[in-house]
């Protein structure tokens, strides 16, 4: 199997590791000529991608092309060129408009009767404040009184959805298909840092089998509206035992899926080649293994070893996977010897989570006591817009 693979940021590298799981080919291309999933891939091209030439001098052969970007331009330049070469697009553009916008999402989650967060201003403070356009925690703030939210808000060109802010742990779950054999995968665990990215994922989840069953359910009926061809991510978080949805996003999603690979051997990117292949049939199968896994981001400099959003792995030189990395199963890393800083996306699995949460505590002291780092910190949200940063420094696990 050979696939082409569009953008080498956070997408790029969670398409670039499954593919490299399933043992496919892999063509790289982005139109920087440094990117984290080089390291990932066979071949790696620097391309302008809305050059339709020089997209078939590089993509002719390949059995699937994987969007990992969200340049609308380049998108429509993709499946435009794709649908006259007959070659297989694994995205749906219709569902894709509909939820890389906040604003049009929570219109269909309102149509629906889906829950959500209060909207402002029929909710207190604090308030989170998320740009429309855009997935993930970019541009997210947080307001505590009438005046800086106002103040920002008319500073601001952009469109922003207004929230209450809540406190639950938050969720995530992938559905997979096309009308009428939409398949949810696996519930998984997210732990968020100061600035709302996601830092870590473990599964299996510890919802109860009822809050796992009313968001399978929530998610499928979500698909089934938007007549999804592909795969969707869907995040809620828990607040008095309801699950309210933070956002959706047709597309290939980062972190999560790697994390389910681990738990249950079930591998998007191979579903997506199912899905958008002549049969265009689902191979996947309900999926009785769930091992546990903790998936998270770090990064090391002198004298620390931070635990962060995936934002610090973004924008790196190559990425290289390492097995057993300080005792952990694999480790996707910018590390060498010589450097000083380095990040790593560390993966732990045991029979059960507890044992895969252990394990992760070992592979993180013994990469302090090998690089004598004496500070430890894995700091949660930052609630308070005013809070400084050694006020956000008490609150960090050192």
Same mark, same amino acid.
């Given at each position: 199997? &050979?696939?082409?693979?569009?953008?080498g940021?956070l997408?790029?590298?969670?398409?670039?590791?499954?593919?490299?799981?399933?043992?496919?080919?892999?063509?790289?291309?982005? &139109?920087?000529p440094?990117?984290? +999933?080089?390291?990932?891939?066979?071949? $790696?091209?620097?391309?302008?991608?809305?050059?339709?030439?020089?997209?078939?001098?590089?993509?002719?052969?390949?059995?699937?092309?994987?969007?990992?970007?969200?340049?609308?331009?380049?998108?429509?330049?993709?499946?435009?060129?794709?649908?006259?070469?007959?070659?297989?697009?694994?995205?749906?553009?219709?569902?894709?408009?509909?939820? +890389?916008?906040?604003?049009? %999402?929570n219109?269909?989650?309102?149509?629906?009767?889906?829950?959500?967060?209060?909207?402002?201003?029929?909710c207190?403070?604090?308030?989170?404040?998320?740009? +429309?356009?855009? %997935?993930?925690?970019?541009?997210?703030?947080v307001?505590?009184?009438?005046?800086?939210?106002?103040?920002?808000?008319?500073?601001?060109?952009?469109?922003?959805?207004?929230?209450? $802010?809540?406190?639950?742990?938050?969720?995530?779950?992938?559905?997979?298909?096309?009308?009428?054999?939409?398949?949810?995968?696996?519930?998984?665990?997210?732990?968020?840092?100061?600035?709302?990215?996601?830092?870590?994922?473990?599964?299996?989840?510890?919802?109860?089998?009822?809050?796992?069953?009313?968001?399978?359910?929530? %998610?499928?009926?979500?698909?089934?509206?938007?007549?999804?061809?592909?795969?969707?991510?869907?995040?809620?978080?828990?607040?008095?035992?309801?699950?309210?949805?933070?956002?959706?996003?047709?597309?290939?999603?980062?972190?999560?899926?790697?994390?389910? $690979?681990?738990?249950?051997?079930?591998n998007?990117?191979?579903?997506?080649?199912?899905?958008?292949?002549?049969?265009?049939?689902?191979s996947?199968?309900?999926?009785?293994?769930?091992r546990?896994?903790?998936?998270?981001?770090?990064?090391?400099?002198?004298?620390?070893?931070?635990?962060?959003?995936?934002?610090?792995?973004?924008?790196?030189?190559?990425?290289?996977?390492?097995?057993? $990395?300080?005792?952990?199963?694999?480790?996707?890393?910018n590390?060498?010897?010589?450097?000083?800083?380095?990040?790593?996306?560390?993966?732990?699995?045991?029979?059960?989570?507890?044992?895969a949460?252990?394990?992760?505590? &070992?592979?993180?002291?013994?990469?302090?006591?090998?690089?004598?780092?004496?500070?430890?910190?894995?700091?949660?949200?930052?609630?308070?817009?005013?809070?400084?940063?050694?006020?956000?420094?008490?609150? &960090?696990?050192?």
């Open positions: 199997m &050979r696939v082409g693979i569009i953008g940021n997408q790029g590298v969670e398409a670039a590791y499954l593919a490299r799981k399933a043992g496919w080919e892999i063509t790289l291309i982005d &139109r920087k440094v990117v984290p +999933s080089q390291g990932l891939c066979d071949r $790696f091209i620097q391309l302008e991608v809305t050059d339709d030439v020089a997209l078939a001098g590089v993509l002719d052969g390949v059995d699937l092309v994987i969007p990992a970007l969200e340049n609308d331009k380049a998108l429509a330049c993709l499946e435009q060129w794709t649908g006259i070469a007959g070659i297989p697009f694994a995205f749906d553009t219709a569902a894709y408009a509909t939820t +890389s916008s906040k604003a049009k %999402s219109r269909l989650f309102t149509l629906m009767g889906i829950p959500v967060p209060k909207p402002w201003p029929d207190k403070f604090p308030v989170i404040a998320k740009p +429309s356009m855009g %997935s993930g925690s970019h541009g997210v703030l307001f505590n009184e009438t005046n800086s939210l106002q103040n920002h808000m008319n500073e601001s060109n952009e469109e922003w959805v207004l929230q209450e $802010f809540l406190r639950g742990p938050s969720y995530s779950l992938e559905v997979i298909g096309s009308p009428g054999q939409h398949v949810p995968l696996q519930v998984t665990d997210l732990g968020m840092d100061p600035v709302y990215d996601c830092k870590r994922v473990i599964s299996p989840t510890e919802l109860p089998e009822q809050l796992i069953s009313d968001f399978e359910k929530m %998610s499928l009926s979500l698909a089934d509206a938007l007549g999804l061809k592909g795969v969707m991510d869907v995040e809620v978080i828990l607040d008095n035992n309801t699950l309210k949805v933070l956002e959706i996003d047709a597309r290939l999603p980062s972190q999560t899926p790697t994390a389910v $690979f681990w738990s249950t051997g079930q998007i990117v191979q579903l997506l080649a199912d899905l958008f292949s002549k049969a265009g049939k689902l996947t199968a309900e999926n009785k293994i769930h546990g896994v903790v998936y998270e981001h770090i990064k090391v400099e002198p004298n620390v070893l931070a635990v962060a959003g995936e934002h610090i792995m973004s924008g790196t030189n190559a990425l290289h996977i390492h097995e057993n $990395f300080f005792g952990a199963d694999e480790a996707i890393t590390y060498s010897p010589n450097r000083d800083v380095w990040v790593a996306t560390l993966i732990n699995c045991e029979d059960t989570r507890k044992a949460w252990e394990k992760r505590n &070992r592979v993180i002291k013994d990469i302090q006591q090998h690089f004598n780092l004496e500070v430890y910190c894995d700091s949660g949200p930052k609630v308070n817009i005013g809070e400084t940063d050694s006020d956000q420094a008490q609150n &960090r696990r050192c």
